[in-house]
């Protein structure tokens, strides 16, 4: 084959060379994760990335609520100011403060101050790590190529703006405004960001396997409050079991706390569940046998942080049914299940949308994450818009300037029209005087 | 296998599930593409989708530049009101009147007269295919799931809106506020857009074998000065083939004018070249070893409508060298052409960097064609911002009311007090006069 026709094959060979990269390049790989639900989607990349024959670190605190060590990467772990059950004492008081009985000002302030001790215990941990020095040496002299971690903290940007390493974020969607601050007052070398819009779901099922045969042609139901809160006040527990009993399904519900003395028959708790990572959400999959494709619909019970947002979107798409968590009645959860249950019209059509796609989503991730390893990072995917000023951004600039040209060009257009004016007045007059005077 | 199990793994199985859509699902795909270099690129896609068993049908008026038929597609023709003769005079003049001795007033009128020719000639050729009865019925009757359009004209948006098909628009870009200009006047539909940045490289060059064998060490040059363009006064293609003679490659050129009488021996000239795509460039591959992935250096002289932006690019990233074609002399360009054989670095990188992709981009714009096909739209990726009216797009309405509400309370502030001022200084008036009636 001649050397120009292979020259123009480029694009068609690409999968080959990509083939190729797998065995011919390893890199290091620095990972400062977020504790809580972010860690189990986040583990699954760095999981992949590890397998890859990636050197993988990760850096976390020693005591922690979701973050854990693995057999695929290195873990190093520094000293915290707190210890493991103060850490799930802090946890479990979200949960249970949610459906206590105080007003809606008391109860606001009371969340406010729980989720402040959770950042300050977040912090501590974050400066906890930015001050072992013996840790910093070590990642100081492993030379890493990228780092990848969750921009909520600062802790992860500080150590790649120290380490001078390029960065891949990986986040559920922070708010611009937050992001842009981050970027202006700290200098951020961002590299990319992932929007982790889409959740991965996980595969390890197989110890349900036996309950979920058992279930028979309904199917089953998943319940879960998401990752961090396994524990609600009895009387709640109970109306929720009431609601539970009146449907066909096999119910899995993640419950750490008392089994509700009202449990009925259809209804397993379990300190554990796989689908955790789906944050304050009914999983109510029909047993039919619509293949892989199957979408599940939803009954939401948003407590905090970002799922209401999660939620309403979902509803808003005719996907799922949102409740009330603190006002529901066990009538509530009951009509919500079945309406969802025997409606999946919609979902199935965003299950669709979303499936059909060119390339899977944890392998396009795995893919950029590798790109800022061999590039030393991505600035030509890093929006120009990051690099103006805020006036410049919103255009201040170049409308000030018209709008003063404007201005100008009116004041100058108006002292010419005075001006004339003046001028044919004081003539009229004149005018006006000499026909006078001649008249008289 | 649970069916548990099996449900969970849909995001493992995807390119399963895209293997079995092969087989499984054709569709029908109305193509209405633009004449001109564009089409080359399109041609690409359109013949790549007539191979996946799509029935594709693409009008195009009876005489054209660049539009011809192919074996792999069906191809619907049109009459238009100009012989083929009148066409390629109208593109001819284009070359000659760049390159004429007129003033640059007196250029720049001619050349607008040239485009408006050529805009006029590519209208009517819209009016004439919507208003082909036959032809329109034929399209209405054969029910397609889509239509693929270079929405440079009106003519694809038009025919989308009449038959209601979901659009995909192919263009190498296309000014914002032109976009959205057709967007708001004309209510289209569209459900995605290509923006095609980067060219897709042709590899059908088998007649060129034995020329680039021939080359030896130093490799080919391929001179072209785009699909538009192939024949220039023969002053200039003198002057041009003067610094051509001076370099040791192999120079390959697409003339279809009298061959100029210093034409040197290592310069052959071609009716057509296949990278006729790559509009207004010399492309300077260095003829060593360097594998499939070698990057191409680049001397340009742009033309006309966006050579000079792609032009600027390549320089303003170290990699091109840019001629002004009008005053540039043999000295000029054969240092130029030097310039960039000697210093591939950047060129180098860059050609990294587009290569590094996790799909190649023919089978990415595939995938898009065929979800706009399967789900007959993709109203989910259309940005919300669409939607909006230009006050609320550049937020004019929230800061009118900031503004309002900002100058309102300026104005009670300024109200409150000057009253305040006022009773201050008429007490103190009173005061005064008392103090003075008392001290007299």
């Known amino acids: 084959m001649a050397r120009l026709n292979l020259r123009c094959q480029v694009a068609a060979c690409l999968p080959l060379l990509l083939f190729l990269r797998v065995f011919a390049e390893s890199g290091k790989l620095l990972v400062v994760p977020q504790d809580g639900s972010i860690w189990l989607s986040m583990k699954v990349l760095v999981e992949k990335l590890a397998q890859r024959r990636h050197d993988v670190v990760v850096v976390m605190p020693e005591n922690a609520l979701l973050l854990q060590t693995s057999?695929?990467?290195?873990?190093?772990?520094?000293?915290?100011?707190?210890t493991q059950e103060q850490l799930n004492e802090i946890y479990g008081n979200i949960g249970v403060n949610t459906f206590n009985s105080l007003s809606f000002f008391e109860k606001s302030i009371q969340i406010h101050?729980?989720?402040?001790?959770?950042?300050?215990?977040?912090?501590?941990?974050?400066?906890?790590?930015?001050?072992?020095?013996?840790?910093?040496?070590?990642?100081?002299?492993?030379?890493?190529d990228a780092l990848l971690s969750d921009p909520v903290l600062p802790c992860g940007p500080i150590l790649a703006e120290y380490l001078s390493l390029p960065t891949v974020y990986f986040l559920r969607g922070l708010p611009c405004a937050m992001y842009s601050l981050m970027n202006r007052r700290m200098m951020l070398k961002v590299k990319i960001c992932f929007l982790k819009t889409h959740k991965i779901v996980f595969s390890h099922m197989q110890e349900f396997e036996a309950i979920v045969n058992k279930s028979g042609e309904h199917g089953i139901v998943v319940f879960s409050l998401g990752s961090m809160v396994s524990e609600i006040p009895e009387k709640n527990a109970m109306e929720i079991v009431e609601a539970l009993g009146t449907i066909p399904q096999m119910v899995l519900w993640r419950y750490t706390g008392k089994a509700p003395p009202n449990l009925a028959e259809n209804t397993k708790l379990f300190k554990w569940l796989p689908q955790n990572d789906l944050l304050g959400m009914f999983k109510a999959p029909m047993g039919s046998n619509e293949g892989i494709c199957n979408a599940v619909p939803m009954v939401l019970m948003p407590f905090f942080g970002d799922q209401m947002d999660n939620a309403k979107r979902m509803e808003s798409r005719g996907a799922g049914v949102v409740l009330n968590i603190l006002e529901m009645t066990s009538k509530d959860i009951s009509v919500a299940l079945?309406?969802?249950?025997?409606?999946?019209?919609?979902?199935?059509?965003?299950?669709?949308?979303?499936?059909?796609?060119?390339?899977?989503?944890?392998d396009l991730a795995v893919h950029w994450v590798e790109f800022v390893m061999r590039h030393k990072g991505a600035p030509h995917l890093r929006p120009?818009?990051?690099?103006?000023?805020?006036?410049?951004?919103?255009?201040?600039?170049?409308?000030?300037?018209?709008?003063?040209?404007?201005?100008?060009?009116?004041?100058?257009?108006?002292?010419?029209?005075?001006?004339?004016?003046?001028?044919?007045?004081?003539?009229?007059?004149?005018?006006?005087?000499?026909?006078?005077?001649?008249?008289?």
């Open 71 to 82: 057999q695929h990467f290195t873990v190093k772990t520094h000293p915290v100011p707190y």
């Open 113 to 144: 101050a729980n989720i402040s001790q959770v950042m300050t215990m977040m912090a501590s941990a974050c400066q906890h790590l930015l001050s072992d020095e013996e840790l910093v040496t070590f990642l100081q002299d492993k030379k890493f």
């Open 338 to 362: 079945k309406t969802v249950i025997y409606n999946k019209k919609n979902i199935q059509h965003l299950s669709d949308l979303h499936l059909d796609r060119p390339i899977p989503p944890l």
């Open 384 to 440: 120009a818009a990051h690099d103006l000023k805020w006036i410049q951004y919103h255009s201040i600039d170049v409308i000030a300037f018209l709008l003063g040209v404007g201005l100008l060009e009116l004041f100058i257009s108006l002292k010419c029209c005075l001006y004339c004016c003046r001028k044919c007045c004081c003539r009229s007059g004149r005018m006006s005087k000499k026909s006078k005077s001649k008249s008289q």
